[in-house]
């Protein structure tokens, strides 16, 4: 199981932003899916995962800004990013659960002030 991640970058404070990831094994469905990050000096942590059933769990520095989706047939999941603040910047991995963890590389976000 590979994760491939795309999206991220740049952006000022306030803007939007989607990254999205891609399981490279399509034969079976990912339990969980979502995203963790990771800024400088801090632990990784949860920013969103959804289920393959639709459930879903923010962090709540991220309730009602962020949006995590996805579609099962593609094992494909989305975060998409608004109201983005300077604290948001980190690298942004992309986690897939199927019967163990598995990460992507990480993808940097950076907000402007």
């Known amino acids: 199981v590979q994760l491939v991640e795309s999206g991220g970058g740049l952006v000022q404070a306030g803007g939007s932003l989607r990254v999205s990831c891609a399981v490279s094994?399509?034969?079976?469905?990912?339990?969980?899916l979502g995203w963790y990050r990771q800024a400088p000096g801090k632990q990784r942590e949860l920013v969103a995962v959804?289920?393959?059933?639709?459930?879903?769990n923010y962090a709540d520095s991220v309730k009602d800004r962020f949006t995590i989706s996805r579609d099962n047939a593609k094992n494909t999941v989305w975060l998409q990013m608004n109201s983005l603040k300077p604290e948001d910047t980190a690298v942004y991995y992309c986690?897939?659960?199927?019967?163990?963890?598995?990460w992507g590389q990480g993808t940097q976000v950076t907000v402007s002030s």
């Open positions: 986690y897939a659960n199927y019967y163990r963890d598995y």
């Open positions: 094994s399509t034969a079976f469905v990912i339990n969980r």
């Open positions: 959804v289920s393959s059933g639709g459930s879903t």
